[in-house]
């Protein structure tokens, strides 16, 4: 894996079993590498989730949260400063504010892009740790019921998980006035990108709740707004606090199997 620009460029079945490695074996780190985290858009659980995952495998972060502090606030246009990144680096994790941004990136890079959300796209690491955490639920990708419950239009974390679902019974429901959801395995609500335009206010009521089966699992990208009542985060089907423990292991796993790839080129 060179970029991680898509959810369709990453080796899913591998990227699972390395996390489940990382989470479960002691490995001693020590990848004396640098990364960037590059953020023109805001975040906490993934420019934090990135910048711990590559502190926990030894390497160092620079980190841009704020472009609004860098040059780009003088007018730099993103393949220079991708380029310019690249020469202090090994690799860039990009959130960026339109679709097709972080192909753009990577289409200069030297180094690996690794996409955090390009505008209402995808968000391909978002997914990688949304599947370890079904995968470790019902230990298996495929023959699932999952329902979408939010933006659908401009959620890019929904977007990628509907890639990487090929096998699985899909229903996508826009609004929460719908009173009655379909009974599924899996639940994933997300929040109205306001940001991106769209509108409306969407919140699971009791009477969504009581339809959803004893062994279904509810989950969310997070940040959530009002669409999840935090009384039912201790909820035995709430999983949106371990979707983000997982997606610091799923970044692991991404950065680890990156830089292993980067020093065997190195190596020949
Ligand atoms: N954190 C996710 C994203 O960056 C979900 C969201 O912001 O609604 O796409």
């Not at 079904?134 to 019921?145: G, P, Q, Y």
């Amino acid at each position: 894996m060179k970029h991680l620009v898509s959810i369709t460029d990453a080796n899913i079945p591998h990227l699972l079993s390395s996390a489940h490695n990382i989470e479960n074996t002691f490995i001693n780190y020590k990848f004396n590498k640098i990364l960037t985290n590059l953020f023109y858009e805001p975040s906490t659980r993934t420019s934090s989730s990135f910048a711990s995952a590559m502190y926990k495998l030894g390497g160092k972060v620079i980190s841009i949260n704020d472009v609004n502090y860098s040059s780009v606030a003088k007018g730099e246009n993103l393949e220079d400063t991708i380029r310019t990144m690249g020469t202090f680096c090994d690799a860039i994790v990009l959130r960026s504010r339109t679709a097709g941004q972080a192909a753009r990136a990577a289409f200069v890079s030297e180094v690996p892009v690794i996409n955090a959300g390009d505008g209402n796209g995808e968000h391909p690491t978002q997914t990688l740790a949304d599947l370890y955490t079904i995968h470790k639920e019902f230990e298996r990708l495929d023959n699932l019921t999952v329902t979408f419950v939010g933006d659908i239009e401009n959620g890019r974390t929904v977007h990628s998980l509907d890639k990487a679902l090929p096998d699985c019974e899909k229903h996508f429901i826009d609004t929460f006035d719908k009173s009655i959801w379909p009974a599924s395995d899996i639940y994933y609500l997300t929040r109205v990108q306001k940001e991106r335009g769209s509108e409306g206010s969407y919140r699971m009521r009791k009477e969504h709740i009581k339809h959803i089966p004893e062994h279904a699992i509810v989950m969310h990208p997070f940040p959530r707004n009002e669409e999840i009542p935090t009384w039912f985060d201790n909820d035995p089907r709430a999983r949106y606090f371990q979707q983000m423990r997982n997606g610091l292991i799923m970044r692991m796993a991404v950065l680890s199997n990156i830089f292993t790839e980067q020093d065997k080129y190195l190596d020949t």
